[in-house]
């Protein structure tokens, strides 16, 4: 089976209407096979009182780079709990883009495990972190989330 692109699509646009990734200004960007995009415009809300980047956008952006790094390699019927987020901030930056790039390392029977390299847009290393990922089976599926859309989303494999 293949990847259907427009689940894909009409994914990205589900999720970038939830109100935690409205609230960070946060957007997955892209995603598929092994890998997710997500971005970030930094505004005054990411700052610390220093006037520079609060950590827990780093925290936050990984977390989410991970999350969706195995997705399209998942069957349809199970979903992700993230167990652990590990980040390490390395630079500092007070505005500007920052992309994390999400990549899976490895799907086993439970247990997904990605890397995540959060950049600026300049190639500048910012954070980099890992993810270890419970797979579910029938919770926190894509049919469990309500209340962003009235639209059901096309088939993950065609």
């Known amino acids: ?3 259907n692109r ?3 699509q009409e994914l990205i646009k589900l999720i970038n209407r939830a109100p935690f990734f409205k609230n960070l200004s946060m957007v997955i960007d892209d995603m ?4 997710s995009v997500v971005k970030i415009i930094l505004e005054e ?3 610390s009182p220093y006037a520079a980047i609060q950590g827990g956008v780093y925290s936050s952006i990984i977390d989410t780079a991970a999350y969706w790094a195995p997705y399209s390699e998942l069957p349809e019927d199970v979903g992700l709990i993230s167990m652990d987020v590990n ?3 390395l630079a500092s930056v007070t505005g500007g883009m ?3 790039r999400g990549e ?3 799907i086993g ?3 997904c495990l990605a890397h995540v390299l959060v950049e600026s847009e300049a190639g500048r290393i910012l954070a980099e972190g890992s993810s270890k990922l419970l797979i579910t089976k029938g919770l926190q599926t894509i049919p469990n989330m309500t209340g962003y859309s009235a639209t059901t989303i096309p088939p993950k494999f065609i």
């Open 104 to 106: 899976r390392i490895k």
């Open 98 to 100: 920052i992309i994390a």
């Open 32 to 35: 598929g096979i092994g890998y």
């Open 45 to 47: 809300k990411h700052l």
């Open 6 to 8: 427009l689940h894909i």
């Open 1 to 3: 089976m293949e990847l």
């Open 87 to 89: 980040v390490h901030n």
């Open 109 to 111: 029977r439970t247990i």
